[in-house]
């Protein structure tokens, strides 16, 4: 978070594609930006920025008859899970419910398909599933 803070000084432009940050680290780089721009995302490509917008977008044109899931899987060593990729999907899809993305919460770090071995899935490396589904 010291370059969020020395950016905001010099009233630099800072990019931050780190995730899995602690609320008091989201604190800070949100006073940052009150003086400096701070561009933030979980996944800077633009495909996913697409598919994050189309999301938020389906989110709110679908009532609450339709469940919304993000599923990801990954290689056995990832570190942060869910991944970025996967919050930015769950949270544009909260967005756009109008509920707060808290309501999206991940399994427990046991029960994720992140840990499991890639090599001895179907999955490749990295992999994230959106689904949308409506019992009627």
């Known amino acids: 978070m010291a370059f969020a803070e020395l950016t905001a000084q010099a009233r630099a432009v800072h990019v931050i594609g780190t995730t899995g940050l602690a609320p008091e680290h989201l604190a800070k780089i949100k006073a ?23 999301a938020r977008k389906v989110a709110a044109a679908l009532d609450e008859d339709w469940d919304i899931e993000v599923v990801e899987a990954h290689h056995r060593h990832k570190v942060d899970a869910p991944s970025g990729t996967a919050l930015m999907l769950g949270e544009a899809a909260a967005e756009g419910r109008g509920k707060p993305s808290k309501n999206c919460a991940p399994p427990p770090a046991k029960a994720s398909p992140a840990r499991g071995n890639a090599g001895a899935s179907a999955f490749p490396p990295f992999a994230v599933a959106m689904s949308w589904a409506s019992m009627t």
């Open 32 to 54: 940052a930006a009150r003086h400096a721009p701070i561009i933030r995302a979980g996944n800077m490509s633009l495909g996913v920025n697409l598919l994050t917008a189309l």
